[in-house]
């Protein structure tokens, strides 16, 4: 019976790693009008306006006592001081999705990726970290693709001949299949950081890197390799609950207005975990 020749990658997302063409990936493709009227992005910020390249002040904020009376023209400013206004506020605003944990200053060093590193990858050893923390304290047994990898291992396993045989390797990814891939999308992700800088996820690749089978015991190495995208596509910012926030209006229209088309950029993230068990585990 012939074996699984490894490393092996069991499992594959429908979607691309590195997929440049993705919704969520455009940038400087729309037109003041466009972001105007189908959006409804009028009113941005509460720092500057980038329709008119003007600092705004308290008559300016809709949500003012003092808006729409007395308004004198605010000051003028250059497209490129705009944009620091802009990515000024952003940050500021990311804080109230990054309350607490290790990983609430990631939101504000990826939005700085984003003003300055022209759509380069970005990696963090903390992203890393958070992805590994996830998969391994995931303890599901219906949704935990760790857990039911070690469900099919024990089940598939030749241990007999020590090995996993070829035959069933689609087991595998069928283990993965109808469990969750590992996001952030729980409760404590919209508050500690994760949920804001990933929340769901693009593509994920598992790899099956060693398979160690002895005295009807075995240890896997299993590699999984996620990305994500920094950017919004349309339908993120026609939802309400995202459009009323300044903090996604400002980040909409620095990545797809014209004038300022900053570009979006991938998030790659890697664990490496360690799956044991043996023959006679129930």
């Not at 890393?128 to 693709?145: C, G, H, M, P």
């Not at 299993?222 to 995208?229: A, E, G, I, T």
Request: hydrophobic fraction near 35%.
């Amino acid at each position: 019976m012939a074996a699984l020749q490894l490393p092996c990658t069991i499992f594959k997302t429908q979607n691309w790693m590195d997929d440049y063409s993705a919704r969520d990936m455009r940038y400087g493709d729309l037109t003041e009008i466009q972001l105007k009227t189908h959006y409804g992005l009028n009113y941005i910020s509460d720092r500057a306006d980038p329709w008119t390249l003007t600092k705004h002040s308290a008559f300016d904020n809709p949500r003012s006592m003092f808006c729409c009376s007395m308004r004198p023209a605010g000051d003028k400013i250059t497209r490129e001081q705009c944009a620091t206004i802009l990515f000024d506020e952003f940050r500021m605003l990311s804080r109230q999705f990054s309350l607490y944990g290790p990983y609430r200053y990631l939101i504000e060093k990826m939005i700085t990726h984003m003003q300055y590193r022209n759509g380069a990858p970005f990696r963090d050893i903390s992203l890393d970290r958070a992805l590994k923390e996830q998969i391994v304290r995931d303890t599901s047994s219906e949704n935990s693709t760790r857990l039911r990898l070690d469900k099919a291992f024990n089940t598939f396993i030749d241990w007999d001949n020590k090995n996993y045989p070829m035959k069933n390797k689609d087991d595998l990814r069928k283990a993965i299949a109808f469990g969750k891939l590992p996001k952030f999308d729980r409760l404590k992700d919209n508050f500690n950081g994760m949920g804001i800088t990933v929340h769901d996820t693009w593509a994920t690749h598992i790899t099956l890197k060693t398979l160690q089978i002895d005295n009807e015991r075995y240890r896997a190495v299993v590699h999984y390799k996620v990305q994500d995208h920094f950017g919004l596509d349309d339908d993120d910012i026609l939802k309400e609950k995202f459009r009323t926030f300044n903090f996604f209006r400002i980040w909409f229209l620095l990545q797809r207005y014209k004038l300022f088309g900053y570009k979006p950029f991938m998030t790659n993230m890697e664990a490496t975990v360690e799956i044991t068990g043996g023959r006679h585990d129930v």
